[in-house]
């Protein structure tokens, strides 16, 4: 008897040729041919009677061969895979296997999420990919070592960059230069072997294998499947005949798209939402059958028995396949001190007689020096601990890339400031990468990085928007594109998109499937809701819960449960699958995008440790894994993140020196300005960083922040996780004295005096370690990380002792501190980074500050930079008015391409003084300019039509005309028209109407219209009525999204009056518990994840705004209110507690406008 290719003996007792085949389900193995498809209403039965398989007899007793599947894609086959891999992983252990290879098309985009599932399971992983190739079909290429990987890797990227993005182009060739260590397999029906040898062309068969031979010798092997195809025994055998012609080895696989049988059907629809096809229409796109889950070895034994050899080698190659990720990355889990030497990222340029430590100290002293002046014992010490703890982490080059960065961005007048746990660093201080003490604020280093740390740190470089991209190029040049590329982003399916996308491919009309779409609220779908998400008893992933039903994703249900009565009877046949496939898609992955600032940069090629494609961007690569594959690796990653309120607050300072001849330093500016902090206790936070959303509004009168820890502690607390956790309430109640603050312990005291005794930022529970049971920083931080990790009692139980006997030694009675450890581990998930929320808070004072001394220019800078934020320009036109702040409509004299600050001559004060809540801007010393808008504002003008009428007007002087304008700047009509309706003409004494009457004629004698026409003479407008204050109004909205104008609600406010409702300004006089009626348009829908299914509304109107508060069966009975109009008439309870005011509503009437407007929803 041959042996295995591996040298693994197959079992000499297994059944042979000649076994006696009983088949399961005789329409899935005969009457069709091997082509053929059944009706896709046979298959939908077939769907159910392929899954169960009886028992099968074979002619001997069989002895296992501890068989493993070496095929498998995960629905990072995107589009092709109908389980994640944990669900993999799961059916896996459930049939015995101590290991599965994971082989997805094109790429290995889900290995690292796979490496994680394999070892909380306890089996051994093992890393492929299926290669669509050009010229030789799809083959299967399995990585044996950390070689192997790198082959993978290499073959990976070469493919995908030769081609276009989602289309790689990959040879036989191409694979041929990257062969060394991997095994390959001849892969499915698509293979060019089995391709060949079903066709009944043997030579061709044999010439393939053998040209694939050639490359990968005994290394490459002959797949052999049987999915119960009529012709499957007769090609296996014929396939095992032509492996033993040639001296190589079969091996069985079987080709597994799904991990049980009935994921059969989300796969069959997976391929339909592919190809763009319904079910009736797919045909030969889908598989045959639904045999392609994951397999135990006594089915595929009893399929394949006659060929032990191709069974044992599965196991054969799935022993010699010995990588583990933890090799891949300089870090792979291993504590950063025990790395020192290892070359994580390209070297870094130093001055000569420099190593890259000694540079980085000089820098450090002298920021040191420049930041604290004379330097105090205490700087000294932290600063000399953190070089140390950096330079046994073999770190430097880290800090110095990133202080390289900023130093670019200085010198290009780019704000860069870094945020999150680094902001607890010394030295990313002193370097400038940081702009908050974390002396002064009393932050821990040891947050940030200890030597245990089995993590790279985490630098989050925020950089302002419109510069973001300057920044990147700079790093792709200075270290290369061979060295860095954009991490990616992996863009999943909601509730929406998917609901959609299945209705059509189940062959839903196209009213139903815009019907239910619409329906459905875009957040409300829990993607632990899958049907196919049970748990075997012998696994239990960390990230997963128990199986839940449709209850948990009740809105959805609700939703589409309506909609089924309005269906066809064909829709309401398939519209319980539909709702299975919908909860099943749920978080599926759909495709890559870029992660908006994650950056890798590599000591070694990219292509050496990740495979890399196109992004969608013009000139940019992408990594095939998101931010936490890379972390989870060790690898380097650089986040530079764009934002948007650092792009305003450039723009604001430029404006502020244009304009004032005064260079406005924000990092140096006192952060005590008693006038910055009672604008922020009025909740006047419009277009504030961190403090303008509706539970800030909710908040903030009730802590009224008095200094700068208060903001922080402000940033902080508005949080899903202290909402969850419970933090929120004692927190304010103990800052209003209604609630005593006390301490479980005196030695508590120091680390929870400033959150008055609530545990509230993760620094805490160090310090509470530290202090209470006597651990290091190191050690506190460790206990912090297994605190949030931990999943059970005994997990849990594990980390109580030493906490326990270290509060013991301190002289702690144990009662005391077994109660101390379970408020830390209650609170351990919920904390927030109080270094993070320090560097949120310092921005949120500064957009406070130029919104207090500099309205004009932050209003400008706050349009300019949309999106962004709370609220949409509408709304932040409407509160810059009650700032006596006007906004002008576009003039083609005036504007320039975006909005501008232009001289007024009325006072400042507050253009709608019934608004109540306008007291600061009523006591304003600091003069008050007007917002005139730009061009691009205008639909249909973009940024290019926009800098040819602004170059134009520069270049040839004023317009004088309409029609000069016209041939002048070669806009299209719509343009024209547009202008003309929202005034830009107006200076020139020509009616709206009429301009709107020739500007086809206007837009014929541009240079913009080159084609011929008929000479016709033209006509004299007629004389037309001028545009009413309402029409103007709803121009502005449906024009430029932003009124100059009244707010629309005020031209209901006689009506409404004389309804009884209620404005905004009004409430403010009510008394609690009353009645009343509001109405307003909706600005703002929320639907929080922690607020148990309430809805929150912003309505707005002319005297400003209200928050509503919709209780969830109150939400159920008149979303469709909601859902259908723009503005809603509120009836309900007034709530006016500290200083909160806000409406409970009972009913919901919809007020129809004569303007659309969006609301913006947030979740």
């Known amino acids: 008897m041959r042996r295995s290719r591996l040298g693994r003996r197959p079992p000499a007792s297994c059944a042979r040729d000649g076994v006696e085949r009983q088949e399961p389900c005789a329409a899935l193995r005969s009457g069709r041919s091997a082509f053929g498809r059944l009706p896709y209403t046979a298959q939908h039965t077939a769907w159910r009677c392929a899954t169960s398989v009886p028992s099968i007899h074979t002619d001997g007793p069989c002895v296992s061969t501890g068989y493993v599947e070496l095929h498998a894609h995960s629905n990072y086959s995107f589009l092709d895979g109908a389980s994640d891999v944990e669900e993999l992983v799961t059916a896996a252990v459930e049939r015995g296997m101590d290991a599965l290879a994971l082989t997805d098309t094109n790429g290995l985009y889900g290995a690292v999420r796979f490496w994680n599932a394999a070892k909380d399971a306890g089996i051994r992983p093992i890393y492929g990919a299926e290669i669509q190739t050009l010229d030789f079909g799809h083959l299967v290429l399995i990585a044996r070592d950390r070689i192997g990987w790198r082959s993978l890797c290499r073959t990976i990227s070469a493919a995908q960059l030769a081609g276009e993005k989602t289309k790689p182009r990959a040879t036989l060739a191409l694979i041929a230069e990257n062969a060394e260590g991997l095994f390959a397999l001849t892969g499915c029906a698509y293979g060019a072997v089995p391709r060949a040898m079903r066709g009944g062309d043997v030579d061709a068969a044999r010439d393939a294998l053998s040209r694939l031979a050639g490359i990968f010798g005994e290394r490459c092997y002959v797949e052999l499947s049987d999915h119960l195809d009529p012709d499957d025994p007769a090609l296996c055998d014929a396939l095992a005949q032509l492996a033993s012609e040639q001296g190589l080895g079969a091996v069985v696989t079987n080709n597994v798209h799904y991990a049980r049988p009935e ?189 245990d740390s089995r993590t790279m740190p985490d630098i989050d470089l925020d950089i302002a928007s419109n510069d973001r991209e300057e920044v990147i190029q700079y790093v792709y040049k200075k270290y290369g594109e061979r060295y860095a590329a954009m991490v990616c982003n992996v863009v999943t399916y909601r509730a929406r998109s998917a609901s959609r996308e299945i209705a059509k491919a189940l062959g839903f009309r196209d009213e139903t499937v815009d019907r239910m779409a619409k ?274 009692s005994a997990d849990m139980e594990k980390l109580r002792a030493p906490f326990v006997d270290g509060a013991s030694a301190n002289g702690v009675a144990a009662d005391v501190a077994n109660e101390i450890f379970r408020q830390i581990a209650a609170f351990a998930e919920f904390g927030f980074c109080k270094s993070h929320a320090a560097a949120f808070a310092l921005t949120a004072y500064h957009t406070a500050h130029l919104k207090l001394y500099y309205p004009s220019e932050f209003y400008v800078a706050l349009l300019n930079n949309q999106p962004m934020g709370f609220y949409s320009p509408a709304v932040i036109a409407g509160d810059a008015k009650r700032h006596g702040v006007a906004i002008l409509p576009v003039d083609v004299a005036r504007s320039n391409e975006k909005a501008i600050v232009e001289e007024c001559s009325h006072a400042g004060d507050a253009l709608h003084p019934v608004d109540s809540s306008n007291t600061i801007a009523r006591r304003r010393t600091c003069r008050v300019h007007d917002v005139r808008l730009g061009f691009e504002s205008v639909k249909g003008l973009g940024e290019a039509e926009a800098q040819g009428i602004v170059a134009e007007r520069a270049r040839s ?107 905004a300004a009004a409430l403010a006089g009510g008394s609690h518990g009353a009645v009343v009626r509001i109405a307003g348009a909706i600005v703002v829908k929320q639907h929080p994840e922690t607020a148990k299914g309430h809805v929150f509304l912003s309505l707005e109107d002319e005297t400003g705004m209200a928050n509503v508060i919709i209780r969830p069966a109150t939400y159920r009975q008149y979303k469709r209110v909601l859902d259908a109009n723009a503005a809603v008439v509120v009836t309900g309870t007034l709530q006016t507690l500290d200083g909160v005011i806000s409406v409970l509503a009972a009913r919901l009437d919809g007020l129809a406008l004569f303007v659309k407007i969006a609301a913006r929803e947030w979740q």
């Not at 000069?964 to 009616?991: C, H, P, S, T, Y």
């Not at 109407?993 to 086809?1000: K, P, Y």
């Not at 004389?1023 to 100059?1044: F, H, K, N």
């Open 263 to 451: 994921g059969r059907r989300l796969h069959d629809v997976l391929r339909c939402i592919e190809g763009g096809l319904t079910l009736d229409e797919a045909g030969n796109r889908l598989k045959p059958n639904g045999e392609y889950w994951l397999k135990d070895e006594t089915i595929l034994r009893e399929r394949l028995g006659r060929h032990p050899e191709a069974l044992a080698n599965a196991r054969a190659i799935a022993d010699a396949c010995t990588l583990d990720l933890e090799t891949i990355g300089p870090g792979g889990g291993r504590a950063l001190g025990s790395m020192v030497g290892q070359d994580r990222l390209p070297g870094f340029p130093v001055p000569r007689g420099h190593t890259a430590f000694s540079y980085l100290y000089a820098l450090c002293q002298d920021g040191a020096r420049e930041k604290y002046g004379l330097m105090t014992p205490g700087v000294a010490t932290g600063l000399a601990h953190e070089l140390s703890v950096i330079d046994r982490c073999g770190l430097a080059e880290f800090f110095l890339i990133n202080w390289d960065i900023v130093r670019f961005c200085k010198e290009r007048r780019i704000p860069a400031q870094g945020r999150g746990s680094a902001a607890d660093s010394i030295v990313a201080y002193v370097l400038d990468i940081t702009k908050v003490d974390p002396i002064e604020h009393e932050l821990l280093f040891e947050r940030f990085l200890t030597e």
């Open 519 to 792: 329906s459905i609220d875009q957040y409300n779908v829990d993607p632990r809701s899958r049907p196919s998400a049970a748990q075997h008893p012998a696994y239990k992933h960390p990230n997963r819960e128990a199986e839940h039903g449709w209850e948990h994703a009740r809105p959805v249900g609700d939703a589409l449960q309506e909609l089924a009565d309005t269906m066809d009877e064909k829709e309401r046949t398939r519209f319980p699958l539909f709702r299975e496939l919908t909860l099943a898609i749920a978080d599926f992955p759909r495709h890559l995008s870029i992660h908006n600032g994650g950056m890798l940069i590599t000591a070694q090629p990219l292509v050496d440790t990740v495979p890399i494609e196109r992004a969608t961007m013009p000139d940019r690569n992408v990594v095939q894994l998101d931010k936490r594959d890379i972390e989870d690796l060790g690898l380097v990653k650089m986040d530079l993140l764009g934002l948007r309120t650092l792009s305003l607050i450039k723009d604001a300072v430029a404006d502020i020196e244009a304009r004032h001849g005064e260079r406005l330093e924000l990092g140096t500016i006192a952060l005590d300005d008693e006038a910055v902090y009672d604008l922020i206790c009025e909740v006047d936070t419009v277009g504030l960083f961190q403090v303008e959303s509706r539970a800030q509004a909710s908040a903030l009168p009730r802590v009224r922040p008095r200094c700068f820890k208060d903001i922080v502690v402000q940033v902080a607390i508005i949080r899903p996780g202290p909402l969850q956790g419970n933090m929120v309430n004692p927190y304010i109640n103990r800052r209003q004295g209604r609630e005593a603050v006390t301490y479980a312990h005196p030695l508590l005291e120091p680390a929870l005096k400033e959150t008055l005794g609530v545990i509230l930022f993760q620094e805490q529970i160090l310090r509470v370690a530290m202090a209470v049971a006597g651990f290091s920083p190191s050690a506190a931080d460790k206990l912090r990380r297994a605190m949030s990790r931990a999943r059970s």
């Open 957 to 1063: 002087g004023p317009f004088t005309s309409f029609d000069q304008f016209a041939r002048r700047v070669g806009l299209k009509e719509e343009a024209l028209r547009n202008l003309a309706l929202l005034g830009a003409f107006d200076a020139f004494g020509e009616a709206r109407r009429e301009l709107l009457w020739r500007a086809r004629d206007a837009h014929r004698t541009s240079p913009a219209f080159t084609r011929p026409v008929l000479a016709l003479p033209t006509s004299d407008a007629p004389a037309l009525p001028a545009l009413s204050e309402q029409e103007r109004v709803a121009l502005d909205y449906r024009i430029t999204g932003i009124p100059t104008g009244p707010q629309i609600m005020r031209f209901y406010r006689a009506d409404l009056d004389r309804r009884g409702v209620l404005s």
